[in-house]
T-cell receptor, first 112, second 119 residues
Framework: DGGITQSPKYLFRKEGQNVTLSCEQN?????MYWYRQDPGQGLRLIYY???????QKGDIAEGYSVSREKKESFPLTVTSAQKNPTAFYLC???????????FGPGTRLLVL | AQTVTQSQPEMSVQEAETVTLSCTYD???????LFWYKQPPSRQMILVIR??????QNATENRFSVNFQKAAKSFSLKISDSQLGDAAMYFC????????????????FGKGTHLIIQP
C-alpha cells in the first residue's frame, strides 16, 4: 500500500540531546513537509523540500534541521537548540502542481 | 502573510443532524486553495474536502460540502447526517499558489474546531 510512514511513534529526548524523526513515503511525491502541532493549536510549518537535495525553512525552523538525500525520505532532527521540543510532529508530502498534502501518522516527542 | 481563523473552539451536534463549521481567512492573493482536514483521536490528518479559489462552484464530497464566499473570505464546512465517526478536530487550511510548480510554502492552518457528536 502507498503511504507515508513516520517513526518512532513516541520519542523521548534528554536535555542537550539531538534526536531524529523519520519520515518515509512511497507515493513518488517530490515535495515533503514537516509540521509541528502543540496542544490546542493548528499545525505550523517547520521545513519543506520541493526536490531532492533542496529544502527551505518554514515559519518555525529555529532549533531544527533536515536533509533530503533521497526522494522517499525527509528526516527531521530536533537539536539541543530547540528549547521547547515537546509536541506532535507530522510529516506530509504532495505532488508539485497538485496542492493537496497527505499526512503521515505523526511522532509524539517528549522531554525527559 | 496569510492567516486562518476558526472562531468556534468546540461544536456539538446530535447524530443525524447537520452542523456547519466556520472558517475565515485573510489574504491579498486572488488565487489559492482551501482545505478542510479532519483529525480524529488517532491524530492522523485526513483530507475532507478542497476548494480552488478560481472555481465558483462549491466543492462537495458525499455528506460534506463547503460554502465558499471569496469576497467575504469565508470557507465554512457543512456536515449533513452527522455520524459518530465524524467526531474529531477539524482544521481549515490555506495554501498559496504563488510558487505553484514546486509545492511551495506549505499550508497555513487555523486552530481547529472540536466537533462532538451526541448519540
Amino acid at each position: 500500500d502507498g503511504g507515508i510512514t513516520q517513526s518512532p511513534k513516541y520519542l523521548f529526548r534528554k536535555e542537550g540531546q539531538n534526536v531524529t524523526l523519520s519520515c518515509e513515503q512511497n507515493l513518488n511525491h517530490d515535495a515533503m513537509y514537516w509540521y509541528r502541532q502543540d496542544p490546542g493549536q493548528g499545525l505550523r510549518l517547520i521545513y519543506y523540500s520541493q526536490i531532492v537535495n533542496d529544502f527551505q525553512k518554514g515559519d518555525i525552523a529555529e532549533g531544527y534541521s533536515v536533509s533530503r538525500e533521497k526522494k522517499e525520505s525527509f528526516p527531521l532532527t530536533v537539536t539541543s537548540a530547540q528549547k521547547n521540543p515537546t509536541a506532535f510532529y507530522l510529516c506530509a508530502s504532495s505532488i508539485p502542481l497538485k496542492e493537496t498534502q497527505y499526512f503521515g501518522p505523526g511522532t509524539r516527542l517528549l522531554v525527559l | 502573510a496569510q492567516t486562518v481563523t476558526q472562531s468556534q473552539p468546540e461544536m456539538s451536534v446530535q447524530e443525524a443532524e447537520t452542523v456547519t463549521l466556520s472558517c475565515t481567512y485573510d489574504t491579498s492573493e486572488s488565487d489559492y486553495y482551501l482545505f478542510w482536514y479532519k483529525q480524529p483521536p488517532s491524530r492522523q490528518m485526513i483530507l475532507v474536502i478542497r476548494q480552488e479559489a478560481y472555481k465558483q462552484q462549491n466543492a462537495t464530497e458525499n455528506r460534506f460540502s463547503v460554502n465558499f464566499q471569496k469576497a467575504a473570505k469565508s470557507f465554512s464546512l457543512k456536515i449533513s447526517d452527522s455520524q459518530l465517526g465524524d467526531a474529531a478536530m477539524y482544521f481549515c487550511a490555506y495554501r498559496s499558489t504563488m510558487y505553484s510548480g514546486g509545492g511551495a510554502d506549505g499550508l497555513t492552518f487555523g486552530k481547529g474546531t472540536h466537533l462532538i457528536i451526541q448519540p
